[in-house]
């Protein structure tokens, strides 16, 4: 298995521009979840997705973000309109279930810049 | 509140010597801790899983510890080599939920 493929891996954009990011989990895993890391923070859960279900978005920061599970193979993170505070790297990572003993197996990330 | 703190936030050691990672964490019910390693410019990979019961685990030159009582975990790498040069990363999960407590990680840099 190729693991987690995220794409695109780098992203510059302008403010105000949309960003669509996006992910292919592993095959067979049923839980998604996309987070953000920054210095500052660390890693910060967006959106937990079980069985394309989001069932947990508390972490998307804003309205500018939304996400989109349309089927067990793909997933899409978007940001518009975009903001310089945005620029951090997002990272999606699956499991077979969530919780307890599952390991997380992450994507490599986008690296997202915001001018 | 759950949370994962550790120490130190960055750590500088020569090739070759040990050194020792630290997490502490106030997640409960607790049902695991595991340490990630994230190189630079890539996604965290899972070095160990640790278990209430489990006091250490051992992955090649990697060695956890964990102490349920006093809620602290070490993470030990032995004769370090350059390639240890990353962000370890301390992640708690509590019982019967989906979601995982990371701490903000130390940043490991090995010098030649």
């Known amino acids: 298995d190729a693991g987690v493929i995220q794409s695109p891996r780098h992203e510059v954009t302008e403010m105000g521009q949309e960003v669509t990011l996006r992910c292919k989990p592993i095959?067979?895993?049923?839980?998604l979840f996309w987070y953000r890391q920054t210095m500052m923070r660390g890693l910060e859960l967006l959106i937990y997705f079980n069985n394309n279900v989001p069932i947990d978005d508390s972490g998307m920061p804003e309205d500018r973000f939304s996400a989109k599970m349309p089927n067990a193979s793909f997933s899409t993170l978007k940001i518009q309109p975009s903001e310089p505070r945005d620029s951090a790297v997002y990272f999606c990572?699956?499991?077979?279930?969530?919780?307890?003993?599952?390991?997380?197996?992450f994507g490599p990330g986008t690296r997202l810049t915001v001018l | 509140k759950n949370q994962v703190e550790q120490s130190p936030q960055s750590l500088i050691i020569l090739e070759g010597k040990n050194c020792t990672l630290q997490?502490?964490?106030?997640?409960?019910?607790?049902?695991?801790l595991r340490w990630y390693k994230q190189d630079t410019g890539r996604g965290p990979v899972s070095l160990t899983i640790m278990t209430f019961s489990e006091n250490t685990k051992s992955n090649g030159r990697y060695t956890a510890t964990l102490d349920a009582d006093t809620k602290q975990s070490s993470l030990h790498i032995t004769a370090s080599q350059l390639s240890d040069s990353a962000s370890y990363i301390c992640v708690v999960s509590a019982s019967g939920t989906y979601k995982y407590i990371f701490g903000t990680g130390t940043r490991l840099k090995v010098l030649a």
């Open positions: 997490c502490n964490y106030t997640v409960s019910p607790f049902s695991n």
């Open positions: 095959s067979g895993h049923n839980s």
């Open positions: 990572a699956s499991s077979l279930l969530a919780g307890g003993y599952n390991e997380q197996f």
